[in-house]
């Protein structure tokens, strides 16, 4: 079982920046995939960035590449998703998800991650 706690999320003005914690509990952090997903108000959640167990790869929505930035810290059992540039269009709540360890290769859909954090609110003024 793994219980996921996201922070960081809050009220921006367009062009700032946000950086959002989500710190892991329960077992075997280090042999997961991890991701950020996003669900605005009507809208499917979508898969934002996800990172391979040990960081060395990434992927990004086009929607974010070059503005976000996932990255993790094993040793502290979190995942961080850095957020420049942001927009208008980035508002919405952001969910930290984990995916079980028999998975090595990214997922992109949310049937692909076993394990949700309860997430966290962005929002973004124009």
């Known amino acids: 079982q793994v219980q996921l706690v996201e922070s960081g999320g809050g009220l921006v003005q367009a062009g700032g920046s946000l950086r959002l914690s989500c710190v892991a509990s329960?077992?075997?952090?280090?042999?997961?995939?991890m991701a950020w997903f996003r669900q605005a108000p009507g809208k499917e959640r979508e898969s934002v960035a996800t990172?391979?167990?040990?960081?060395?790869?990434?992927w990004y929505a086009d929607s974010v590449k070059g503005r976000f930035t996932i990255s993790r810290d094993n040793a502290k059992n979190t995942v961080y998703l850095q957020m420049n540039s942001l927009t208008p269009e980035d508002t919405a709540v952001y969910y930290c998800?984990?995916?079980?360890?028999?998975?090595?290769?990214?997922?992109?859909?949310?049937?692909?991650?076993?394990?949700w954090g309860q997430g966290t609110q962005v929002t973004v003024s124009s």
């Open positions: 329960g077992r075997a952090f280090s042999d997961r995939v």
């Open positions: 998800a984990a995916r079980n360890p028999m998975h090595s290769t990214f997922g992109y859909s949310r049937n692909d991650y076993a394990y």
């Open positions: 990172i391979t167990r040990s960081g060395t790869n990434t």
